[in-house]
């Protein structure tokens, strides 16, 4: 989930909703909190906007992403290769090492972000 007030979210999810943390704390601006059987991802707007090149659109407007669909895959690039020829990517595959991951973004028909990334410790 992609949130403009990221402590305030990360406190109601960790505090209020009882979901344990896997990864992450009120400063990193990205978390993970194990729900049972999926992980929820709570991450700043901003953050993902200057991840993605959309830093120019407002984050109080529909312009910036509100959600982002996070697959772990084996490989980045062999993902990225077997789909660019079907779809437009938004970032090519590269390393984010402040995030521990290798990553690509790609959007769906109706302009949802969808994010595939790999840790780069595997």
């Known amino acids: 989930m992609l949130v403009a007030d990221y402590q305030e979210c990360f406190h109601f999810y960790r505090d209020v909703l009882g979901f344990e943390v896997g990864w992450g704390d009120e ?3 990205y978390a993970d909190f194990e729900t049972g059987n999926a992980t929820l991802a ?3 707007r ?3 906007a200057d991840a993605v090149g959309a830093t120019e659109k407002p984050s109080n ?3 910036q992403d509100e959600v982002a669909l996070i697959f772990r895959v084996e490989s980045v690039d062999e993902t990225h290769q077997s789909l660019r020829r079907k779809i437009e990517f938004v970032t090519e595959p590269h390393d984010r090492p402040d995030w521990g991951i290798r990553v690509a ?3 769906d028909p109706n302009g949802n972000l969808i994010e595939i990334n ?3 410790e595997s």
Request: proline fraction near 6%; charge should be positive.
């Open 105 to 107: 973004h790609f959007r």
């Open 61 to 63: 407007t529909p312009g």
């Open 46 to 48: 901003e953050e993902m």
């Open 27 to 29: 400063k990193s601006y």
């Open 118 to 120: 790999r840790s780069l």
């Open 42 to 44: 709570l991450f700043g």
